[in-house]
Each structure stands twice: as C-alpha cells, then as structure tokens.
C-alpha cells in the first residue's frame, strides 16, 4: 500500500512539473514579441537609460537571450539585443541606470513597436550584434563561432 501511494504521489507531482514547464514555455515561445523581422530601411539610433533588463529562454532554439528596455527623452521602448552568452563574450553587462546607445530596427508590436538591435554601445563599448540586412553575427542557422 505505501509503495502504491509513493508511486501516485510521484506520478501526480510530475504531472504538476510538465504542466507548469508548457505554460511557462508558451509564455516564453512568444518572445520576441515582434511580428515583424529587422528592416534595414528603418534602421536609427536612440540613446538613453536601460530602465529594465530581462532574460528570456527560447524553447524551440535553446539558450537565454537579453531584452532591454530603454527610456530615452521621447520615449520608452524594448529592444531585443540577442543570446545573453554573445554579449558576455563580448564583456558586455547591462543593469538598470546604464547609459546605452542602441543601433537599431523598429518592428511593429501590436498596437506598439520594439527595436531589434543591431548594435549597442556602453561608455567606450560596442558590441556589434546584426549585420546592415539584420542577420545575427552569433553563430546558429549555418554559420560558426568567431
């Protein structure tokens, strides 16, 4: 009898784990938020205030990316920079307060827009994160480490 109840506990609680891991996925699968893909045609540059940095994961594809969101005089706006492993070989770390300068695309979100970077800088540090047609410089999708 207690192996029995043993069992329907363990069963019962990886049951709870695999449906909290597929909400929490479906949550995640959906960044970027962006419907759109990086356009060169609307390529500028912003500077300002990094007010929130957030880490997502991306099921389908692995790894943890970076998200920002930046305040500048005019406005606030997310910017999806990329894998968060690209930037930390590059030296770059990005807390709340920091002062950035983004290159970048908007993309149309909904009833908003998002920036999907193609280059930040930090102080003196730049990291190049897109080429000018918008394709990642992070190895994945047929291309290697560098």
């Known amino acids: 009898m207690r192996r029995s109840n043993t069992f329907l506990a363990l069963v019962f609680a990886s049951g709870l784990l695999l449906a909290g ?6 949550q995640e699968a959906a960044f970027p938020r962006s419907g759109s893909a990086f356009d060169p045609a609307r390529v500028e540059r912003i500077h300002g205030e990094v007010i929130v940095v957030e880490r997502y994961t991306r099921p389908e594809r692995g790894g943890v990316g970076l998200h920002v969101t930046v305040k500048t005089d005019s406005e606030t706006i997310a910017v999806h920079l990329g894998p968060s492993w690209y930037l930390a070989e ?9 002062h950035v ?3 970048g695309s908007r993309v149309a979100v909904g009833d908003g827009q998002e920036m999907i970077a193609a280059e930040i800088k930090k102080g003196e540090k730049i990291v190049k994160l897109r ?11 047929g291309r290697t480490r560098s």
Not at 21 to 26: E, K, N, P, W
Not at 90 to 98: I, V
């Open 131 to 141: 080429d000018a047609g918008g394709t990642p410089l992070w190895p994945g999708r």
């Open 21 to 26: 891991g597929r909400a929490s996925a479906q």
């Open 90 to 98: 590059r030296g770059l770390k990005l807390e709340p307060r920091d």
């Open 101 to 103: 300068e983004v290159l």
